[in-house]
């Protein structure tokens, strides 16, 4: 028989293990991760960020929870991300994926420590005020993935020096849309490179922009830097292949899609600061006082079994400056 006294004390510890277990649950700090990507394509690079969060005390369900977000190259879908994250007061928000991205989490919050992942320059976005003391809840790691497509168009003609006619893709919805186009222009008029520029933003766009390329004759593709275009990179490399082009790209995705040539950082190790940044902010520290880092580290991928298909003889100087080829 069980006295009065002890069904109380039953019944009291019954109930306190759900509400410890709400206590503890409410003690534990969420991030919010939004990015511009699709997470189909960014297991890699969430892995990173997973390190990065890992080496600075962090480890998702254990003592930090995670809520992702994922446009899909939808950019118009990313202030809603960060309004709904914002409502649900997760501890810092995480905006990868491009300046779109942090463009939207800043807007969203002045309050909410916020760590982002862009391609290009951040005081020029708005985004901080300096690289050294960014201001206000905001820093992160640029990639400077969209400040090199005049690079892109110096290997594409050593890769092609008998294209006559350069295509050029590029995302007008793209913050740094502007910026590309004058770089691109820039760097084919010193080099007497004549180009046809095309923009797209959504599918039917693309499609477009395609049969344009295709009307005018382009002998060679060039895709600036753009998440959309990440998220479509199958759909870009099955269009170069079709034409028989030789085309280069700004992310080692599309060069593993089956792309000719792309050359950019190696973005997966710039995820790992971005997760040791989120860290910090969860243990305090103020996006005011670190500073933005730089990605440092490029590579350059080369698809021999594409060039084959393509009957493209690829240099040996070329050959020596890649980082990776792909068989």
């Keep these: 028989m069980i006295r009065r006294r002890e069904f109380i004390t039953l019944l009291g510890g019954a109930g306190a293990w759900p509400l410890a277990a709400r206590a503890q649950q409410r003690t534990t700090p969420t991030i919010g991760f939004m990015s511009a990507r699709s997470p189909d394509d960014s297991a890699h690079l969430v892995a990173a960020f997973r390190s990065g969060l890992k080496d600075g005390g962090f ?7 995670i809520e ?23 501890a810092v928000v995480t905006a990868v994926g491009g300046e779109v991205s ?14 982002f992942g862009i391609g290009g320059d951040p005081i020029s976005a708005g985004l901080v005020e300096s690289f050294n003391r960014p201001g206000g809840n905001i820093t992160g790691v640029t990639l400077l993935s969209t400040t090199i497509d005049a690079k892109r168009l110096g290997l594409l003609r050593e890769l092609a020096p008998g294209a006559a006619l350069v295509g050029v893709l ?14 691109i222009e820039r760097a084919a008029q010193a080099i007497g490179q004549r180009t ?3 923009k797209a933003s959504a599918d039917d766009e693309l499609e477009a922009a395609f049969d344009g390329f295709v009307h005018e004759g382009i002998d060679a593709l060039l895709v600036a830097a753009d998440t959309y275009f990440t998220t479509r990179r199958e759909r870009i490399v099955s269009f170069a292949a079709r034409q028989r082009l030789p085309a280069i790209y700004d992310l080692r995705e599309f060069a593993a899609a089956g792309g000719l040539l792309s050359y950019s ?19 305090g520290a103020k996006p005011a006082d670190l500073p933005v880092q730089q990605a440092t580290k490029f590579e350059l991928v080369i698809n021999v079994k594409t060039a084959k298909a393509l009957g493209i003889s690829i240099s040996d100087n070329l050959l020596s ?7």
């Excluded at 942090?102 to 760590?115: D, L, M, Q, W």
């Design 265 to 283: 950082v190696r973005i997966a190790e710039a995820y790992r600061p971005i997760g040791l940044y989120t860290a910090r902010m969860l243990k």
């Design 321 to 327: 400056l890649a980082d990776e080829v792909i068989e």
């Design 102 to 115: 942090a463009i939207a989490a800043k807007r969203a919050t002045s309050t909410i420590p916020i760590v």
């Design 170 to 183: 590029v995302n007008p919805s793209y913050l740094l849309a502007a910026l590309q186009l004058r770089e």
């Design 68 to 90: 992702f977000r994922w446009a899909r190259g939808d950019y118009a879908r990313l202030p809603e991300m960060a309004a709904d994250l914002v409502s649900r007061h997760v």
């Design 196 to 198: 046809m520029i095309l």
């Design 59 to 65: 480890v998702e369900g254990e003592n930090v929870a």
